[in-house]
């Protein structure tokens, strides 16, 4: 007799991975991220956040103006956030990243008072190098126009002066605010200053 071969039906689609659940925030399975991770900063202006980066992804809330947040990323014109009153995208634009002196969500405004004294930036460390000093209320939010971007190490403050310092222009990315001579700026900011305004 001839040998019966028994066929078996075989799927040819393949295993299908279960569906992972993305919250407003957009953190996988419903699992946020800790409430301090991400770097610190916060809202210029009232903001509208959004399911994702772009208007076209619907809105799913407010933060208000001044508000602490936690930025975890930033494409193009669009920050991914989370605050108190809702996590998503919003606008790079309302994002602010400068800081206060003593801890990173301490502020949220620059606002500093005027120190009423004046500051000078040298290009090596310790105070060595080529100089130049600027009275207090002195503005500049762009040192690649006067030719001192990403070139200072050590700052002199006289006594009484403060001074605001930013890796980019027009006061965005890390900021500090300085209260007394540095020999040795922060990683951050060494050979990295690109704007500063003098109190």
């Known amino acids: 007799r001839p040998k019966v071969v028994r066929l078996h039906a075989v799927s040819t689609h ?6 992972m659940r993305v919250h407003a925030g957009g953190f996988a ?11 610190a900063a916060w809202t210029d202006s009232d903001a509208t956040v959004y399911g994702g980066p772009g208007t076209a992804y619907g809105e799913l809330g407010e933060i208000t103006a001044d508000s602490a947040i936690r930025v ?29 002196p003593s801890t990173l969500v301490s502020g949220p405004r620059l606002n500093y008072p005027p120190g009423g004294a004046g500051v ?9 190098g080529s100089s130049f000093c600027l009275p207090a209320g002195a503005v500049t939010r762009d040192a690649a126009l006067n030719g001192h971007d990403n070139s200072i190490s050590s700052i002199e403050l006289e006594p009484g002066a403060k001074l605001r310092v930013c890796r980019d222009r027009n006061f965005r990315s890390w900021c500090e605010l300085i209260t ?6 922060s990683d951050l900011l060494d050979n990295a200053v690109t704007s500063w305004q003098v109190y």
């Open 14 to 19: 393949a295993p299908v991975a279960p569906r």
């Open 29 to 39: 399975n419903g699992h946020a991220r800790p409430r301090t991770a991400g770097t």
């Open 180 to 185: 007394q001579s540095q020999g040795h700026l």
């Open 72 to 100: 975890d990323r930033c494409t193009g014109f669009w920050c991914q956030v989370r605050a108190d009153e809702a996590d998503g995208w919003i606008r790079l634009a309302e994002v602010s990243f400068g800081i206060a």
């Open 120 to 128: 000078c930036f040298y290009t090596g460390a310790n105070f060595t």
